[in-house]
């Protein structure tokens, strides 16, 4: 190998620069950003109407990062969206499975356990209620 030839970390750190201005650097967690935020809500956040979670499925609040599965009609779970790996937060929840794109870890939306490493850790559970036809995450008020 020459002093010329990029290696492959080399290669993979500048793909990821070129990409900071869209999802990039930004999308693989808070490890360049100096400050470490909180994996789960730390006040109660409105997530909007509880109907919008289909029931037998999942939803991903990116924002709030929050997944919320819907198991029965009125019986709702919730996890934290950031994956234990290294705090990307997932992107999709497809057949009862939640993905994450940095490195393919993939979590089961019903209980937050890990399906497919890299991921060692389950999501954290993040306690979820319906109040006036809302979901609230997060702990109570």
């Known amino acids: 190998m020459t002093s010329q030839s990029a290696s492959r970390r080399t290669v993979l750190c500048g793909a990821a620069l070129a990409g900071a201005a869209g999802l990039g650097a930004a999308a693989c967690g808070p490890e360049g950003?100096?400050?470490?935020?909180?994996?789960?809500?730390?006040?109660?956040?409105?997530?909007?109407?509880?109907?919008?979670?289909?029931?037998?499925?999942?939803?991903?609040?990116?924002?709030?990062?929050?997944?919320?599965?819907?198991?029965?009609?009125?019986?709702?779970?919730?996890f934290s969206a950031v994956c234990t790996h290294r705090g990307c937060v997932v992107d999709s929840v497809e057949n009862g499975k939640i993905s994450c794109p940095c490195h393919g870890s993939v979590f089961d939306a019903r209980t937050g356990k890990v399906l497919q490493g890299p991921a060692v850790a389950p999501l954290p559970s993040v306690p979820v209620r319906t109040k006036g036809g809302k979901l609230v995450a997060g702990p109570d008020a």
């Open 33 to 78: 950003s100096g400050k470490k935020a909180s994996p789960t809500p730390t006040a109660p956040v409105d997530l909007g109407p509880a109907d919008a979670v289909p029931a037998g499925g999942a939803k991903i609040y990116r924002e709030d990062r929050v997944v919320v599965s819907r198991t029965a009609e009125d019986q709702y779970t919730a």
